[in-house]
């Protein structure tokens, strides 16, 4: 059992981190090689992401470009970005040679754009320099832009034999192979093959026998989140990209498009919780402000826009301080209520399950706003009646809650999806956004139908 | 190209679902039958999720229970409830005989315990049968309960041929094949094989000669969240899992992978919005509201301390009404940071990047929350100066503001972290929770400082 590589068990320590930098600084650099080596390279990506500066471009120039370039795929962006800078264009194009095209590309896109021709052109390999070349020509957010080159096609008009001999040659750039896809004489995608089809298929049978002609496949040009959507329901593990000739571009497999998952969700919750931008918690602090800053800007001019509403009742102070003393718990409800009712919505509209008119939506959220609405109220006339004594107020405050909070779920519903329907991303409507003009809606509402049942 | 499928183009619409309703009343069952098979069990199941119930049992008991048991994993939960109370045990054991072991024993939990064991009973495949009562057992969120039987292994003692050969039959109940695994004569995982390596190995070859014995495993009680970390982490797309003695159990595939980390995401971020429960915008209105309410319904008690805190400082109304005028403002900005700084805390300690002490993350905090709160405070403070012209006031309430956004920050720094040293789970630290205890003591603070600066 020895032998075995216990991936799960890897755990970053400091004693580990303390060791590798040891090691790098007495320069047994053949030790150093002997110790990295035994780590996966994400794992060593783990490692560099908590080394000084020095000591990680020490390991870079030290291991092979065969396992540094896979580890520059897996480093934090930053981290990346510097140890680039700190690479020769020459170095950088060697790790390039080694990375297949989709990773290649992602990391190329990624260097300033002068640097970009220079590095490509020092690629030998003519064929994956032409092949990065195309991918990078795709927009951000399409297949093309995920997609790798690397893949394995057979002619429909092979023998199963013929096919396995080319497979082997092919299979040797391609490091998982998922279907291999069947096209005709023309290049076009005609269907699929798996591996357990043509390991049990009869090695003279032809290939246009024996192959699937159902096939899932996306345009190049297709957004990558509905890429991931299909991926998901067809629960596919690598789906082939084609041209509008259908022709043969290229492959999409699921661990890009687990990544896509992610980002998509990690940036819904930012939204919602008012960051802009992608931000870590270990970013620096001038990068979290830049984040942060903004939406909390957003909060201070709603604030602003309450307390300019309360200074027009101002004369309702000497006989109604209470009324008042509430503006907290109206806001927060109102907001509350905003940012359940969008989420509910963006929510929906990500995976599909929003159904029906607009209409219909805001008459659902009006009945679930009012039930809600009319419970709390309960429970606050019951407080305010007791604690004022004053059966008036307690009714005012109470009955201007449940329009408050009925108004606060019309509009969180009714912004997410009027964005939806202007194309404009939903998930902008959560957070600070929904939470700061539900509370001036709702103070002024609060207000206004206070002045009307107190008759002031 | 007119068979091509394709499937991404598929797009449910109001006459898709009129033609398939109008072919069930009319009780042409052949070509009912042959119009939905056309489609993937994947749409059929989105077909079903919006016809009637009647219809939707209807096309269940038309369709073979080859189809079915697919077209069930994908249905929505509440359908698939209702259309399972109305099968038989037997019909439903049927199903069950056609999936996986790992859907199979997804379904069966769902179903009221009296029936389990019944259906259970009923299936005639004893080992499909073992294999599903083994699955049952395993704990919700380990290993265990994600993974399938299904797998292809073989012993490091066979040759390729041999190995080719039981591989064929072994096969035949796969689906897909994603990786060999090699095990020992105690069966014991060593190793695996891709398809890759074994159709470019010699025949004769022997296995133990040509398995990779790296190879990545999780034990059967790991947490799923950690396999998909793993997962993520080494883009694998299935991994074995083992017991305690390194036997083989199952494998778990990326797809039911990529189901986790969606509804992980999904529960962090209706967690963030104040939702609990999993909740969809077309469930019920009571379902929603239960969802719903009890977040609210803490802001309420909340707003409630807001208020008899602000009772409290009653007696500055008189010559500082405008100190009242802010609270909004005040209660909005804590909310927020509190969020802002809990939900990158949150996403760091879900993707496993916060590193160093809480003492470092809270200085760290404290420092970007007062770097916020004075550039805000400093626009509070001319606003007010200029609009009451007091500038006392003014000084008091942006002094306030900085102190009070530091403590949000703080807050909302420290409670998640405490939550996840504690084994809680973190995510309930965000949203309602953290923007109500926020409020209060905001809204504490800022009396409190601005009555110390004002000297009243």
């Known amino acids: 059992m020895e032998e075995l590589n216990e991936n799960i068990q890897f755990q970053i320590s400091d004693e580990l981190i303390k060791k590798v930098e040891h090691l790098i600084d007495s320069r047994e650099d053949k030790t150093t090689l002997e110790f990295l080596n035994e780590f996966h390279y994400a794992d060593i990506a783990e490692i560099l992401d908590e080394l000084s500066f020095n000591h990680a471009i020490y390991v870079i120039k030290l291991l092979d470009s ?29 790790e390039i040679e080694e990375l297949d095209t989709d990773d290649a590309a992602d990391i190329i896109a990624e260097l300033p ?3 970009q021709e220079e590095i490509i052109e020092l690629i030998e390999d003519e064929e994956h320099k032409a092949e990065i070349t195309e991918l990078l020509a795709y927009d951000n957010n399409t297949a093309g832009s995920l997609m790798a ?21 092919q299979a040797e750039n391609v490091t998982r192979v998922h279907s291999i896809y069947v096209i005709d004489a023309a290049g076009k995608l005609i269907g699929r093959l798996s591996l357990k089809d043509l390991l049990m298929a009869s090695p003279k049978a032809h ?55 992610k980002e998509e969700a990690e940036k819904d919750y930012q939204l919602a919780a008012g960051i802009t931008q992608d931000v870590e918690a270990d970013d620096s602090i001038i990068e979290l402000t830049r984040a942060r800053l903004p939406w909390l800007f957003l909060g201070l001019i709603g604030g602003v826009g309450a307390a300019l509403i309360m200074g027009d009742f101002e004369h309702m102070l000497k006989d109604h301080a209470v009324l008042f003393f509430f503006t907290p718990l109206i806001a927060a409800m109102a907001g509350n209520v905003g940012v359940q009712s969008s989420a509910i919505i963006v929510q929906g509209l990500a995976n ?28 606050l006339f019951l407080f305010v009646w007791i604690y004022k004594n004053d059966v008036y107020t307690a009714l005012a405050i109470s009955i201007s809650l449940v329009v408050v909070i009925i108004v606060a779920g019309l509009i969180g519903t009714f912004v997410p999806l009027f964005l939806d329907k202007r194309g404009i991303d939903p998930a902008i409507a959560t957070g600070p956004f929904i939470t700061t003009s539900n509370d001036i809606f709702g103070i002024l509402i609060y207000f206004w139908i206070a002045k009307m049942i107190l008759g002031i």
């Open 352 to 379: 599909d399950d929003v159904k029906g008119s607009i209409n219909n939506r805001l008459i659902k959220e009006m009945f679930l706003a009012a039930l809600n609405g009319v419970i709390l109220a309960a429970f």
């Open 149 to 169: 080159k690397e893949l394995v096609k057979v002619n429909e008009n092979w023998t199963v034999t013929q096919c396995v001999r080319e497979m082997r040659a």
């Open 207 to 261: 290939i246009s026998t024996v192959y699937i002609p159902k096939v899932d496949y996306v345009d190049v040009n297709e957004g990558v989140e509905d890429v991931a959507k299909v991926m998901q329901k067809y629960d596919l593990e690598a789906i082939p990209v084609v041209d509008k000739n259908q022709t043969l571009l290229g492959r999409i497999t699921i661990d890009d498009i687990v990544d896509v998952i």
């Open 66 to 94: 065969e396992t540094t370039s896979d580890i520059l795929t897996e480093l934090d962006e930053d981290l990346r970005e510097k140890i680039l800078k700190n690479l020769s264009d020459k170095e950088i194009a060697e």
């Open 113 to 115: 754009e002068e640097r």
